[in-house]
C-alpha cells in the first residue's frame, strides 16, 4: 500500500457525514421556505421572493401559527444534525494525516456547537412576546450566524490541510472553491454593513434580502462540503 493510500486508509466515515453535511443544508432551507409559503399563504407575509424582493424578514416567517410550529421543529432538527455533523468530522479528522491540529479541529468543533446553542436560543424566542426574549432572539440569530460561519472557515481550512497532506489535487480544488463561497459570503456581510452605514434608516428595505441571500451560502457550504466529503468517500472506496 502506497504512503497516499495508507493516509487515505482511515477515510470510512465521511459516507454518513457527506450525508449529514446534505442534511445540514437541505432542512434549514426546506424549513424556511416552506414557512414562507405557508405564512404567505396565510397571508401573514407578502407573497415575493425575498432574495430580491427583500420584502419579509426569515424571522417573519415564523412567528404566527400554524407556520411557526413547523418553523419550531424544523430549525431544533437543523441544529440537532449540525451537531452531529460536527462530532463527526471532529472525530474524523482526528484520525486522519492533519491529526496534530487538535486545537484547531477542537476550536471547529465549539464553534459548531456555540453556533447551535445560539440558534436554539433564537427559535425559542421567535415568536414570543416579550422585549427581552426579542433581544434575545437578534443576538442568538446574529451568533448562530457568526460561530456557524467561523465553524465552517476553520473546516475549510482543515479540509485544504488534508488535501495538501494526502497530494488529492481534485479535493483541494473543491476546498478551495468552498474557500471561494466563504470569502464571497464575507463580502456580502460587509457590503450589508457598509450600506447600513450609508443609508441608516433606508437601509431596511434591502436588509432581509441579505439575510435570506446569507442564509443561502451558508447553506451552499454545507452541500459543497457534502459533495466533497462523498467524492473522497468514493475515490477511497475505489483504492480499497
Not at 107 to 132: I, Q
Request: charged content about 15%.
Amino acid at each position: 500500500m502506497s504512503s497516499i493510500q495508507a493516509a487515505l486508509q482511515p477515510v470510512k466515515q465521511p459516507a454518513n457525514l457527506s450525508r449529514l453535511a446534505w442534511l445540514c443544508a437541505l432542512l434549514p432551507f426546506l424549513t424556511t421556505h416552506t414557512s414562507s409559503l405557508v405564512a404567505a399563504s396565510l397571508g401573514h407575509v407578502e407573497w415575493c421572493i425575498p432574495y430580491w424582493d427583500s420584502c419579509t424578514s426569515i424571522s417573519a416567517t415564523g412567528r404566527q401559527m400554524p407556520e411557526k410550529a413547523w418553523f419550531k421543529v424544523g430549525m431544533f432538527a437543523s441544529l440537532l444534525v449540525t451537531l452531529v455533523f460536527w462530532r463527526g468530522l471532529k472525530a474524523w479528522l482526528s484520525e486522519t494525516p492533519v491529526a496534530d491540529l487538535q486545537r484547531s479541529i477542537q476550536g471547529m468543533f465549539v464553534l459548531g456547537v456555540l453556533a447551535a446553542v445560539f440558534l436554539a436560543l433564537y427559535t425559542l424566542a421567535l415568536g414570543e412576546e416579550g422585549d427581552t426574549l426579542q433581544r434575545v432572539r437578534r443576538i442568538g440569530v446574529t451568533l448562530a450566524f457568526a460561530f456557524t460561519y467561523l465553524a465552517q472557515l476553520l473546516c475549510t481550512h482543515l479540509l485544504g490541510q488534508y488535501a495538501r497532506e494526502t497530494s488529492n489535487p481534485p479535493l483541494h480544488l473543491l476546498q478551495q472553491r468552498l474557500l471561494t463561497l466563504l470569502l464571497c459570503l464575507l463580502g456580502v456581510g460587509i457590503v450589508s454593513v457598509m450600506l447600513e452605514g450609508l443609508l441608516g434608516d433606508n437601509y431596511d428595505r434591502y436588509e432581509d434580502g441579505f439575510e435570506w441571500i446569507m442564509a443561502l451560502m451558508l447553506n451552499l457550504w454545507f452541500a459543497g462540503t457534502g459533495i466533497l466529503l462523498g467524492r473522497l468517500q468514493k475515490a477511497t472506496s475505489n483504492q480499497a
